[in-house]
Nanobody, 119 residues
Framework: QVQLVESGGGLVQAGDSLRLSCAASGRTFSSYGMAWFRQAPGKEREIVAH????????YYVDSVKGRFTISRDNAKNTVYLQMNSLKPEDTAVYYC????????????WGLGTQVTVSS
């Protein structure tokens, strides 16, 4: 069992930066791939970034490439999403996810953290 708790969301202006954190409980954290998804009002949830269990491989949706960076610290059971050059279209609830077959199958979800970017 893995429990995920996100933090770091907030209200920022376009061009600002935020760093989201996702703290995981459970001794098997390092065996899971981790991902960040987001869901904007009226839109479907979409994957933003994914990182393998070892951190050796990452994936980003095209709209955030070059601006967002996903990373993990297995010693701290934490995954991060550094978001730079934020745009109003990045406004969404951001969810942390864990799974052994990400991004196809999510085994665990966090409750989400709101990110709002004003123009």
């Amino acid at each position: 069992q893995v429990q995920l708790v996100e933090s770091g969301g907030g209200l920022v202006q376009a061009g600002d930066s935020l760093r989201l954190s996702c703290a995981a409980s459970g001794r098997t954290f390092s065996s899971y791939g981790m991902a960040w998804f987001r869901q904007a009002p009226g839109k479907e949830r979409e994957i933003v970034a994914h990182i393998t269990w070892s951190g050796s491989s990452t994936y980003y949706v095209d709209s955030v490439k070059g601006r967002f960076t996903i990373s993990r610290d297995n010693a701290k059971n934490t995954v991060y999403l550094q978001m730079n050059s934020l745009k109003p279209e990045d406004t969404a609830v951001y969810y942390c996810a864990a799974g052994r077959k990400l991004p196809i199958v999510v085994d665990y979800w966090g409750l989400g953290t709101q990110v709002t970017v004003s123009s």
